[in-house]
């Protein structure tokens, strides 16, 4: 579902509050080239994820979804010159374009795109010790959610921030559909937040360039 009137308000948020800039602009120009889909956040949510990791004041982020690296752009560019921000992406072809886009924003100092199945990069950051992260940003395969916020949970520390988009889907999330494996991920992914001790969550909607979504926020508390 998309609303003229949405894409007119996000046009003029980014405009006015979030614009774009070359390394930006290039890495979607990048992206599309390459014929990736056109699945980035949108900029303004760039720019949330942005002020969320220095709002955190995030030294370390584990991002899980790379495509062409928009998202992984507005993330490191939130971090410390020594700061440490890893994507895990499964098509090795999106992880060469991000490598680009992220060279090219200046950002490969700080970032590492990793190729694979998270569920197999995962357990390889725990056995590295790689942990904790400030924040995490979920944006894969929306199935695996649950599973992806039990490994954020244990690559994580008391304080750190889980961020998981896409949790709306036009609101399909309230009509349980066990043929969508998003849907049910999706689902099982509230209930196992909502029986966490560690986490305190909240989800908002979402309106604008990218239909009618959402995303999910938590804290780990201990
Ligand atoms: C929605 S896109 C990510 C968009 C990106 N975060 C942004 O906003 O710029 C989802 C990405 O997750 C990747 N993906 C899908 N399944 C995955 C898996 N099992 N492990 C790692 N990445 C996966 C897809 O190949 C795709 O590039």
């Known amino acids: 579902m998309t609303n003229p009137q949405w894409n007119a308000v996000d046009t003029y948020f980014t405009e006015t509050i979030a614009p774009a800039d070359e390394a930006l602009t290039a890495a979607l120009a990048g992206s599309a080239a390459a014929g990736l889909p056109e699945i980035a ?7 949330l994820l942005h002020l969320l990791a220095r709002i ?3 030294r370390s982020i584990l991002e899980i979804g790379t495509l062409g690296g928009y998202s992984t752009i507005w993330l490191a560019r939130a971090l410390p010159t020594d700061g440490r921000l890893i994507s895990l992406e499964y098509d090795p072809a999106h992880a060469e374009v991000a490598r680009t886009n992220i060279a ?27 942990g904790p992260f400030d924040l995490f940003f979920i944006d894969a395969d929306k199935v695996n959610n ?8 244990k690559l994580s520390r008391p304080g750190s921030v889980i961020v998981v ?9 309230t009509a ?10 999706t689902r099982e992914l509230f209930e196992l937040v909502a029986a966490e001790p560690r986490l305190d969550a ?21």
């Open 41 to 47: 956040v949108a900029p303004n949510q760039g720019k």
């Open 202 to 222: 909240t989800a908002v909607q979402t309106v604008g360039a990218k239909g009618y979504d959402g995303l999910l926020l938590a804290r780990v508390i201990g």
């Open 104 to 130: 090219r924003a200046g950002l490969d100092k700080i970032v590492e795109v990793r190729t694979g199945a998270a569920l197999d990069s995962l357990p390889q950051l725990e056995a590295e010790g790689a």
């Open 146 to 153: 649950p599973r992806y916020v039990e490994w954020a949970l």
């Open 176 to 185: 349980p559909d066990p043929d969508d494996p998003a849907i049910t991920g």
């Open 56 to 58: 955190q004041g995030a």
């Open 165 to 173: 988009d896409n949790v709306v889907r036009g609101g399909r999330i």
